[in-house]
């Protein structure tokens, strides 16, 4: 049983362009979080998906949109690149929006380096 | 404004030893307390997490204490051993929606030595 699968692990991008991180979940669940994990810090909260709605949103700018897809998966989006853009972006499934006792797994991350 | 507040930031402990790392949390919506580890390169993995209607929760080695009054729970790791050593990471959310999805402490980097 696959778990949480992200695309790219590693990628450098330079100021001001644009990424795109991909997300598979983990078979059986129909809900995608994305949090952004700077160094030596816990994950922040991105936003969330639900039937190919972002259903809730962290505080980040516009320049953070995502999608999802009828198969779950997941992209994140990040426009208009910063340097303190610069950190691990976590993809995470569970199953059904909205119910925080099920067990949320992540994945093992996109490394993103801007210069 | 930091809603979950984790300390120590780094925790050195022997083996065989007890780890309490300690999380406090501002909003009494929270409802879900989880803890997970994260070892260099890897995503967070889910440890164990309690509910604030029980004041203990135990899976093996990994106990959660919750003091709902106080808004405060802390993981003791029992019997410490070096496979241990990570960042672990306190968090909280809310059920039926909570609109910040889990809300994570800055995290404790356990170290424990041989």
């Known amino acids: 049983d696959a778990g949480v699968t992200q695309s790219p692990t590693h990628l450098i991008k330079t100021r001001g362009q644009q990424v795109t991180l991909r997300c598979s979940p983990k078979s059986g669940h129909d809900t995608v979080s994305w949090y952004q994990q700077a160094l030596g810090q816990g994950p922040q909260f991105i936003f969330q998906y639900y039937e190919e709605e972002e259903r809730q949103r962290g505080n980040f700018p516009d320049r953070f949109s995502g999608h999802q897809f009828p198969n779950y998966s997941s992209e994140l989006n990040v426009n208009a690149l910063l340097l303190g853009d610069s950190a691990l972006y976590l993809c995470a499934s569970s199953l059904g929006q909205g119910y925080s006792g099920n067990t949320i797994y992540f994945g093992e991350g996109s490394w993103l380096t801007v210069v | 404004q930091q809603q979950v507040k984790q300390s120590p930031q780094s925790l050195i402990v022997q083996k065989g030893g007890i780890s309490i790392i300690n999380c406090a949390y501002e909003?009494?919506?929270?409802?879900?307390f989880p803890w997970y580890q994260q070892f260099p390169g890897k995503g967070p993995a889910l440890l164990i997490a309690?509910?604030?209607?029980?004041s203990e929760k135990k899976e093996g080695r990994f106990t959660i204490s919750f003091n709902k009054s106080a808004k405060q729970f802390s993981l003791h790791i029992m019997d410490s051993q070096p496979g241990d050593s990570a960042t672990y990471f306190c968090a909280a959310s809310m059920v039926g929606g909570g609109a910040d999805g889990l809300t994570f402490g800055k995290g404790t980097h356990l170290i424990i030595q041989p």
């Open positions: 309690i509910r604030p209607d029980v």
């Open positions: 909003n009494t919506a929270f409802d879900y």
